[in-house]
């Protein structure tokens, strides 16, 4: 009965549609035109009417979309000129901004996109922007969570999904110079943010109501644009929202949660790392997250182990805040470290379900940082990112849990602090000891706490900082501590005031009971003499048998501080006994811990080697490769020979004093203001200076006086000993597997010899023995090798003239070229990466002079 009723007024609709269509696409008569588009728009008067629902039911779901098609392919300037132009806006937007959202949008964006620039386009750009501005697009995102079972519906979400995501794409592939600032992303993401987000408050209110919602649509809409690469333009809208709206409610905390399980599998990493990423610590990330990482593999995946062994560009951020009690010693004065490693691993640490990760977490972390491998090829910030976890996972561990996994975790920390105290970069091996501690300061007694010495910084401080627990509420502090910290501020003076009286009177006893001292009679010091120190010696044989036999701490201090004086000042006896006295010093230990003991003996051997070179220089390249010396011996010989070429290779030092001084000291006397002498002087110095015309000035100082290079003639003497002796059979180390720090510092010293023999006549050979020594290491797995091997490389194209290397190893520098590229490009660490370029520049310089690489 119901349906036979109906069907006259569905007739109905169809025919007045049918006519409409027709009028509108063929008749040119403005009136006939005005009166179908009026007849059409009372069926989108909404339901609140019930006799014309059922005639707007059959309008919206059978008519509207091809109506709209319609309309839109009727958009041209004649056409338009037909509508009344006050009544153009509200015959012809209506129809897009007052029926079903998703029909309208895509009848919109299609006509768009299937358009050439005309006005039809640009009227639809018009619509469309005014279509976004009217909150039209959280209706359509709500209208498809409410239908989400429809049949109808769920073959359009796909084709909705990527239309929304992507629609700053398409506007600007179509528009391009001509595109709206509505459809920028920056513009566009944000406002797809908000309605998102209102999608979201209608769900809670619904839900509040006892109805049920899908949000399904709204994640899957939230993983395709995340996964497109606008994560934090859309999170940055949700996320500080969704902070408030979960303190308090526990619908809003599963709304969010359902927001986020409902993403699918393939776009769960960036809604996941976004909000990791922008949650402002670990309970508010437990609050958006909730059990995610238990009911979702790829959420666990990225959560556990991408995030903190695959990733390390999250920084740490410092927050200024006042803090009270224990927890202002965690960052120094009042600063709070927040940093998205201490919020995951908090959220991990928040609830005992999650606790059992976080111990596998800890596990995964030692396992890597203990991996000599991992070690080697990881840069230093990936290491330090590393570090931070491992510290912080201790900090948020329990007792009960450290004692339970102590045996691993020592074992652990064992592997870990060999590997890095073996490394050969300093940063390395600081970290390591850093973490060793930290792990030994949770594991051990207090007496059994491993303690290293090392030289601290801000990075190795706030390493040190996360070690200390730290509660979840000291994330959020309340705003009152401010006030309590001012009351305490005001309370104070009192304090000080009431404690004042009571330190006099204290005062004045003391003083009374010191009265009796006054009769002591003090001694008479004025003839006492300090006491004499050891004599310096006076020759420089003297000095060698003092350092060889004397066992009086004074005298060998004092020998030390004169050896270097006294060698340069006796050139002729220092060279008699110049080989005699290196060998001593270089033998000499520290046995009474002499301050500068180090640095006094090193300048005694650079001395030493500077008045006697070739005697001298023979000795310690020989003795570098000799039996029974130690790793420490070794690494002073070369220590000595980089310096000591340096020296050679600079001007005379004392002959440049001596020339100089004078002239210093006339310019002191001429630049006095207050010299009487000068004053006339300069008064016509400067007339004559503003009357003289000049039509070239010369340069107002001196050249430089070229001296020869001292290093040049003895270069060899330095260089071919220890190239030539690395790899003879009687040699006790193998420099390429087991002593890493000394092939590293060989090639280094080396590459400083080769880069004082600039110009020098034997530096194409020099170039050419070094260049096929480190061609055999330059994939060496050790990083301070390998920057060793390209600091060889760069010293070698600065010091050996570009022609000369162009003629005499062409091949070779091709290579080199083919090898640098790869080693900018995939090396591990980063400052090899900067060397590698460093030295392709140079290259190119060559290519720019002489065109040899033809590409």
Request: proline share 5%; charged share 20%.
């Amino acid at each position: 009965m119901g349906s036979s009723a109906m069907e006259p007024e569905i007739l109905e609709v169809r025919c007045l549609v049918k006519q409409a269509i027709g009028t509108l696409s063929s008749s040119r008569d403005s009136a006939e035109i005005t009166r179908s588009l009026q007849t059409m728009k009372q069926y989108l008067g909404g339901p609140n009417s019930a006799e014309h629902l059922p005639k707007n039911n059959e309008f919206v779901n059978t008519h509207y979309f091809h109506f709209l098609q319609v309309l839109t392919s009727n958009l041209s300037v004649d056409w338009l000129m037909l509508l009344p132009a006050d009544q153009e806006k509200e015959l012809l937007d209506y129809f897009f901004l007052n029926g079903p959202p998703h029909q309208a949008y895509l009848v919109l964006l299609d006509t768009i996109i299937a358009a050439s620039p005309s006005l039809r386009q640009e009227r639809c750009v018009q619509i469309l922007e005014q279509f976004l501005r009217e909150g039209r697009m959280a209706q359509l995102i709500w209208e498809v969570c409410l239908e989400h079972t429809s049949p109808h519906m769920a073959s359009l979400r796909e084709t909705l999904l990527n239309k929304i995501s992507a629609l700053p794409d398409h506007m600007a592939n179509k528009l391009e110079k001509n595109n709206r600032v509505m459809f920028y992303p920056e513009d566009y993401y944000p406002l797809l943010g908000q309605e998102m987000l209102s999608v979201l408050e209608r769900t809670c209110e619904r839900l509040k109501g006892g109805m049920d919602c899908s949000l399904s649509f709204v994640s899957q809409l939230l993983g395709k644009v995340c996964i497109q690469g606008h994560t934090d333009a859309v999170l940055q809208v949700l996320v500080p929202r969704l902070t408030v709206l979960t303190q308090s409610d526990c619908i809003w905390q599963r709304i969010s949660w359902r927001l986020v399980e409902n993403v699918p599998e393939r776009w769960m990493e960036n809604v996941v790392s976004g909000m990791v990423r922008l949650a402002a610590g670990p309970e508010v990330l437990s609050r958006l997250l909730g059990s995610i990482v238990l009911k979702n593999k790829k959420a666990e995946f990225v959560l556990t182990h991408k995030f903190l062994l695959l990733q390390y560009q999250h920084k740490v951020c410092a927050v200024m805040g006042e803090r009270g009690g224990s927890e202002q010693g965690v960052g120094g004065k009042g600063l709070v470290r927040n940093s998205v490693l201490q919020s995951l691993l908090g959220y991990l640490a928040g609830e005992k379900t999650r606790g059992c990760l976080l111990v596998e977490v800890l596990k995964k972390l030692l396992e890597t940082w203990g991996n000599s491998s991992a070690l080697r090829h990881t840069p230093i910030q990936q290491q330090l990112y590393i570090s931070k976890a491992i510290v912080i996972c201790l900090a948020q561990l329990t007792n009960s849990q450290i004692q339970e996994h102590k045996a691993v975790l020592l074992s652990g920390m064992m592997a870990g602090m060999e590997c890095h105290l073996d490394s050969n970069i300093a940063r390395v091996r600081q970290l390591g000891m850093v973490v060793a501690e930290c792990l030994s300061a949770r594991l051990n007694s207090e007496d059994h706490r491993l303690k290293f010495q090392y030289v601290e910084d801000d990075e190795l401080r706030e390493l040190r900082s996360l070690s200390i627990p730290r509660p979840l509420s000291s994330w959020e502090a309340p705003p009152q501590q401010h006030r309590d910290g001012d009351s305490q501020m005001e309370s104070r003076p009192n304090l000080v005031e009431s404690k004042q009286p009571v330190q006099r009177t204290q005062d004045t006893e003391s003083e009374s009971e010191l009265d009796s001292d006054d009769e002591l009679i003090p001694y008479d010091l004025s003839i006492d003499t300090e006491l004499q120190r050891s004599q310096a010696p006076a020759y420089v044989s003297d000095c060698v048998e003092v350092l060889r036999a004397s066992a009086h701490p004074e005298q060998i201090e004092t020998t030390l501080k004169i050896v270097e004086d006294l060698i340069r000042k006796n050139p002729t006896a220092s060279r008699e006994v110049s080989v005699q006295f290196a060998q001593v010093l270089l033998h000499l230990e520290d046995k009474f811990n002499i301050s500068g003991f180090i640095g006094l003996r090193q300048r005694g051997l650079v001395a030493i080697t500077v008045t006697d070179i070739i005697p001298v220089t023979q000795y310690l390249t020989a003795e570098f490769y000799a039996v029974n010396y130690s790793l420490a011996q070794r690494l002073d010989i070369l220590d000595v020979l980089a310096l000591t070429a340096q020296e050679l290779s600079q001007p005379d030092s004392s002959r440049r004093a001596a020339n100089e001084t004078p002239s210093i000291q006339l310019l002191r006397e001429a630049s006095d203001p207050h010299n009487p002498s000068q004053q006339w002087k300069k008064i016509i110095e400067e007339r004559i200076e503003n009357k003289t015309r000049r039509f070239a000035k010369g340069t107002s100082r001196p050249e430089a006086k070229a001296v020869p290079n001292r290093l040049g003639p003895v270069a060899g003497h330095f260089f071919f000993p220890l190239i030539g002796n690395y790899d003879r059979p009687q040699s006790p180390f193998d420099f390429l597997a087991e002593q890493p720090l000394m092939m590293g510092r060989l090639i280094h010293t080396l590459a400083i010899l080769m880069y004082f023999s600039v110009n020098v006549p034997i530096a194409i050979h020099m170039g050419k023995a070094l260049l096929d020594f480190t061609w055999a290491v330059r994939y060496h797995k050790d990083t301070y090798v390998r920057q060793g091997t390209l600091f060889a490389v760069s010293s070698i194209l600065l010091s050996v003239p570009s022609h000369i290397l162009l003629t005499e190893v062409p091949d070779e520098l091709l290579e080199m070229r083919s090898w640098l590229a790869d080693v900018a490009e995939n090396d591990p660490d980063e400052g090899c990466r900067k060397s590698a370029l460093q030295s392709l520049l140079l290259l190119e310089n060559f290519k720019k002079k002489l065109g040899l690489f033809a590409e």
